[in-house]
């Protein structure tokens, strides 16, 4: 029996949309184009493979044909295009066969949503009633997640039928039905034999807030609009955002494919890039913006945007700074969301996924807030913004909560770098080198997010702790290095070409230059410190070309 499944897994996508910044479903059930099911309709965990060579993944649209799902006529094929909360997939059927080859094969044609998330999850269906102007509906929700909530996090969707290339024709299931199998199902089977099932449209809308919102979101988002309108639509999106880079010349010496292979490396990367961090705000009925806040025990809604699924460990340098330059209104949007996850949670999240995590060293969100403040980006509270990474340089974090502040910032302050064996709110202050030179590029950073606010207290004490990056230098190996309090001797024995430890995910190496893919705070302020520390000018430009090869 060919049928489609679309299986809930939190926080994955199909296809990403511009409008949301990355979350084509916000937070949507992925879409597992599976199953080719037996007569009495179990083992929902089927699968089907497909064909590379006949089928579309574009950043607006999905088409692939189902190897497992078809009969001598053809194979079931299915297309997808997303909004910003939503879907249309366009499932078509191969034709019914009514001949002896036939004879016991079971080609009801089924839709079917398949809940993983055993106990913590609801469904319901409606079969349709054409005549009343009603549609097949599949609505319910998964409240299961992998972490980083406060509360329980309910994951709505809301998932109509009809028939017809367009989705025009109205339709009704002969049977539905909810089912538990190793998991919550629901089905909707449709008569092979009618000529109006064999292509059918299903509109999916998500939501995190309730189960009126995502009926909202639906109707906003999806209302009665074809596949081809939405995929039209979501081309045109991507090819706005893609088209603020205009690449006129990628420079002298490559051949005609090499050229080619530059761009479209170029502008996937791009097309990555812009997928995070994640909007995670809907639209209510009255047009404002709203979100469920994962920072709220009682699971709040909130007024205004909300950003999450990011972590500033990487994309402060990268992320961030591309989209000052090429989206400053949407990245004005979302430090407002960080602002607000700020305000909820209490701390400015150092990994959101979607709230809280702990993971990574430092608090780098204080750089890429505070480089949004003294470059004027629009659209955020900057004052709401300078109190959440000024938080993060004054306040010590709660006793035994890892995900929140500065951990080891009492012995950071002490030595003005975080010594071996340091004790900070979580124990034993780990990863020490890479630890000391984010907090010292995080003040400097927001030194100068003070400066430009007036708070020249703030700026001079900030300024003064980011200039202690010597301390951690040590002179006759010529590398950052581990040290006891007190500006005591530096760890013994020290290996140059040694990997992690004092160091994350790095090596001396890696945190000796400004270059490569980690850096050291001080070449982020300025060079001419370089050449206190490492001697003639010659000596700095070999650090800034030749680590990158030794890595």
């Known amino acids: 029996m060919p049928s489609i499944t679309v299986s809930n897994l939190p926080f994955r996508t ?5 409008n949301t910044h990355g979350l084509g479903l916000i937070t949507a059930a992925s879409l597992l184009l599976s199953r080719l099911q037996d007569p009495s309709h179990s083992d929902p965990g089927q699968f089907s493979s497909y064909m590379p060579s006949q089928s579309s ?11 497992a799902y078809g009969n001598r006529l053809g194979y079931t094929n299915v297309e ?3 909004t910003s909360h939503g879907a249309v997939m366009r499932v078509t059927f191969p034709p019914y066969v009514d001949d002896v080859l036939s004879a016991g094969f079971n080609q009801t044609r ?3 949503v398949v809940l993983n998330s055993p106990g913590v999850e609801n469904a319901a269906v409606t079969a349709g009633d054409p005549a009343a102007g009603l549609a097949p509906t599949i609505t319910g929700f998964s409240a299961a997640n992998s972490g980083g909530v406060a509360g329980s996090m309910h994951h709505y969707f809301n998932l109509t039928v009809t028939g017809g290339v367009n989705g025009s024709v109205p339709v009704a299931a002969f049977s539905s039905g909810v089912g538990t199998d190793s998991t919550l199902y629901a089905f909707l089977d449709f008569d092979p034999t009618l000529p109006e099932t064999q292509v059918l449209t299903l509109r999916i809308a998500t939501s995190l807030i309730s189960q009126a919102q995502a009926t909202t979101n639906l109707e906003g988002e999806v ?17 706005s955002v893609l088209s603020r880079a205009n690449i006129v010349d990628v420079g002298a010496g490559y051949s005609a494919a090499t050229q080619a292979d530059l761009l479209t490396t170029f502008y996937s990367s791009l097309w990555r890039a812009t997928q995070f961090p994640r909007k995670l705000f809907e639209v209510a009925a009255n047009g404002s913006e709203i979100h469920w806040s994962p920072y709220d025990p009682a ?11 990011s972590g500033f460990w990487d994309a402060y340098r990268t992320v961030y700074p591309q989209l000052s330059l090429l989206f400053p209104h949407t990245l004005g949007t979302l430090i407002q969301g960080w602002v607000n996850a700020f305000s909820e949670s209490g701390w400015l999240p150092k990994w959101a996924s979607p709230g809280d995590r702990q993971s990574m060293v430092g608090t780098l969100g204080d750089i890429s807030l505070a480089d949004a403040i003294v470059k004027q980006i629009p659209g955020f509270d900057v004052q709401g913004a300078y109190a959440a990474i000024r938080k993060d340089a004054y306040e010590v974090p709660p006793w035994g909560v890892g995900n929140q502040g500065r951990t080891c910032l009492q012995p950071y302050l002490a030595d003005g770098y975080v010594a071996s064996g340091a004790q900070g709110t979580t124990g034993t202050c780990s990863e020490i080198v890479a630890r000391t030179q984010n907090y010292w590029l995080s003040d400097f950073a927001i030194a100068q997010a003070a400066s430009a606010l007036g708070k020249t207290a703030d700026a001079a004490d900030l300024l003064a702790r980011s200039a202690n990056f010597s301390r951690l230098f040590e002179p006759t190996t010529g590398f950052f290095r581990s040290r006891q309090s007190g500006m005591g001797p530096f760890t013994s024995p020290f290996d140059e070409f040694s990997w992690g430890g004092d160091y994350t995910e790095a090596g001396p190496w890696q945190v000796r230059p400004a ?9 982020e302020h300025e060079i001419s410190p370089l050449t206190t520390l490492h001697g003639t000018p010659q000596e700095v430009a070999f650090l800034f070309r030749e680590p990158c090869h030794l890595a």
């Open 223 to 239: 209302g009665t609009a074809t596949l081809d309108e939405v995929a039209a639509e979501s081309k045109a999106e991507w090819s």
């Open 57 to 67: 993944w574009r950043p607006y649209y999905f088409n692939a044909s189902l190897i």
């Open 515 to 523: 270059v490569c893919w980690w850096c050291s705070a001080v070449c």
């Open 110 to 112: 089924r839709i079917m």
């Open 299 to 309: 699971d709040g809604v909130y007024p205004g945007p909300l950003s999450a699924d």
């Open 14 to 18: 199909l296809l990403p949309n511009p």
């Open 80 to 82: 997808l295009a997303s």
